[in-house]
């Protein structure tokens, strides 16, 4: 029953900005470690960013500085803003997120449903 639902994504001119959210639906407890991943056309699934229970980020060098991965705890959703947005961002990108469900399991991991990011130059 646990679902994570994509939204934000769309299309935008270089230079623009968009905010990715990712949230968990159903019976959970929390989200713990969660991800942002871009796959391209033609090219292989990438880690993005992620981001710890903690909430201790990490960001993939050529995102850095441009896209910032948060979290909000009480609404169990993960989120990417992404700022000064160049045409090799496009890729359709996918949320990751390890939950823990009751009784007592997991963490378990759950992929979105993936949300098309398109930057024209």
């Known amino acids: 029953q646990v679902q994570l639902v994509e939204s934000g994504g769309g299309l935008v001119q270089a230079g623009g900005s968009l905010r990715l959210s990712c949230a968990a639906s159903g019976s959970i407890f929390s989200i713990n470690f969660a991800a942002w991943y871009r796959q391209a056309p033609g090219k292989q699934r990438e880690l993005v960013a992620h981001i710890t229970d903690g909430g201790n980020t990490y960001h993939v060098d050529s995102v850095k500085g441009r896209f910032t991965i948060s979290r909000d705890n009480a609404k169990n959703t993960v989120y990417l803003q992404m700022n000064s947005l160049k045409p090799e961002d496009t890729a359709v990108y996918y949320c990751?997120?390890?939950?823990?469900?009751?009784?007592?399991?997991?963490?378990?991991?759950?992929w979105g449903q993936g949300t098309q990011v398109t930057v024209s130059s």
């Open positions: 990751n997120a390890h939950v823990r469900i009751p009784p007592g399991r997991g963490p378990y991991s759950y």
